[in-house]
């Protein structure tokens, strides 16, 4: 972690991260920069910053949330002689900086925001606080990885065998349909197993969360449903032992008003026929 200490009146800066750059007379804490998602605001500079694998609390309107991932921490102090501006004022800067690329504001209150921003599938959180009347203030930057899933062609029978179906996470970007390349593992996994099993058909169904209408749900699980059985055709399967089917949002395995059991929902299922 590489950090400085902030010439002000009875505060040690804290760390976090930031956005857009102006003329500073302090500079900032050697190789820390602005995350690329979002820059800091005029007049201030970086005091410190760190990066790792850690989850981090959120508050969010029920209470706090809390999340793990790729973590930027970065610490921003204001320049000396430079106007002060409000807890409010920050807050405000960061909100219409994040609704401009996309994002939402999930809490915002005294001294505190969360936003978050999804972009290709991936979601991005970031807690900002505010300190010292104003003259620091941290942002946290949490990169979620998309949830991936390493499953074997014996594991599949197996479940099969026993409950007649298997839940695969197969990556897509939001409201796409194209398997996403981390996701490729599984098709070719689909496809060894129906390879070693030349009796066995299956249909292969897909499953959406609620954000969005049934309707476009409905349309888009069905979408996914094909282009997995599109590409287990491709590796040389039968087109005749596979069906595609589209739930969309109807048969729901977790919560739904949480992301973690959105993430569950959004599903492919492979199921014996």
């Not at 990169?143 to 409950?163: G, I, R, W």
């Not at 996470?169 to 689909?190: L, V």
């Not at 491709?234 to 949002?249: D, E, F, P, S």
């Amino acid at each position: 972690m590489k950090r400085i200490t902030c010439i002000l009146p009875s505060i040690v800066c804290l760390s976090l991260l930031t956005v857009g750059v102006a003329f500073s007379q302090e500079k900032d804490a050697e190789g820390c920069k602005d995350h690329p998602l979002i820059s800091r605001m005029n007049n201030y500079y970086i005091s410190s910053c760190e990066k790792n694998f850690n989850s981090f609390d959120f508050f969010v309107k029920e209470g706090t949330k809390t999340l793990e991932g790729e973590r930027t921490k970065i610490a921003y102090c204001l320049q000396e002689g430079s106007p002060q501006p409000s807890f409010l004022q920050v807050r405000r800067n960061y909100g219409n900086a994040v609704k401009n690329i996309g994002g939402t504001v999930l809490f915002d209150e005294d001294r505190r925001s969360t936003f978050k921003v999804t972009k290709g599938g991936k979601e991005t959180w970031i807690a900002l606080e505010v300190f010292n009347e104003g003259r620091n203030y941290e942002l946290i930057v949490l990169e979620m990885e998309p949830m991936t899933q390493e499953v074997t062609a014996d594991a599949m029978y197996s479940a099969l065998s026993k409950d007649g179906f298997m839940a695969l996470y197969i990556n897509f970007d939001t409201g796409k349909f194209d398997i996403k390349p981390e996701s490729k593992g599984i098709i070719e996994q689909i496809a060894a197993l129906l390879q070693a099993h030349p009796e066995l058909k299956m249909s292969i169904e897909g499953h959406t969360d609620n954000v969005g209408t049934p309707e476009s749900n409905k349309t888009l699980s069905s979408q996914r449903a094909k282009s997995v059985m599109n590409a287990v055709v491709q590796k040389g399967i039968a087109a005749a032992r596979l069906t595609a089917v589209g739930w969309g949002q109807e048969r729901p395995i977790a919560d739904n008003r949480s992301e973690e059991g959105k993430a569950k929902n959004r599903r492919v299922e492979i199921v014996k026929k």
